[in-house]
């Protein structure tokens, strides 16, 4: 059986603790048409697992980046009330099993949207990096060193839980074992540690020495 011993465990938000996919599908593909945006420039984009502010600079001019990013921030929170966030399988269950000073949320999203989305599930990590918080987002690997940091946690002994290949190697980057959950990427697209299909495949056992993670029998 795999066991990953840690202190600390760091997760993305959108793909890996809850399903924003089709919300994030239908939000950008509204904005897409807004700002006139080519169905063949918004397929070559990935929109997973990076800041919006990323995405819209491969997209747009320079002029135009504060206010598209502000609109399709808007499009997302207003989403939310109407299907816009539903929690994976195992996630309540992994999350209930883990002291607050023992994990974090590392999300692309801006805080605003990564609040309303956490906030809707009824999921309130005590430690929240998001994009407003660092100057470089994934696949740079500060945003998890940052919360690594706030925890208090020696990087080499955290734990990334990622759906998507720029936040596995933000990851690798920072350091930390990565955790891949094949929610949004098809498990050959994943480069990580560990790749399973949801937090509902790991059980969580916390010790004096910290966490161990294993994949349920």
């Known amino acids: 059986m ?14 890996t603790l809850v399903s ?14 807004e700002y006139g945006v080519t169905a063949e420039d918004f397929a070559r984009v990935e929109l997973h697992g990076r800041p919006a502010v990323e995405i819209v600079a491969d997209l747009l ?15 997302e929170v207003d989403d939310v009330p109407h299907g816009g966030v ?14 607050a000073d023992r994990w974090a949320v590392v999300t692309s999203a801006t805080r605003r949207l990564g609040e309303a989305r956490l906030e809707a599930v009824g999921i309130r990590p005590k430690t929240l ?45 920072a350091g930390m074992t990565t955790v891949a959950l094949a929610t949004t990427h098809q498990a050959r697209e994943l480069d990580a540690d560990l790749v399973v299909n949801d937090l509902s ?17």
């Open 2 to 15: 795999t066991t990953i011993h840690a202190q600390a465990l760091l997760f993305d938000n959108d793909g």
């Open 20 to 33: 924003t996919l089709a919300s994030v599908q239908r939000c950008w593909t509204a904005w897409a048409r």
């Open 61 to 75: 001019p320079a002029r135009l980046i504060a206010e598209a990013v502000a609109r399709v921030e808007q499009l």
């Open 86 to 99: 539903e929690l994976l399988p195992g996630t309540r269950d992994f999350l209930d099993t883990l002291p």
């Open 129 to 173: 990096v998001t994009a407003d918080d660092v100057t470089r987002g994934k696949p740079d690997p500060e945003p998890y060193l940052l919360a690594a940091r706030e925890l208090g946690v020696d990087p080499a002994r955290c734990v990334v839980f990622e759906d998507a290949p720029a936040g596995l190697q933000a990851g690798r980057a």
């Open 201 to 217: 495949a790991l059980s969580a056992l916390v010790t004096a020495g910290g966490v161990e993670i294993s994949v349920r029998g």
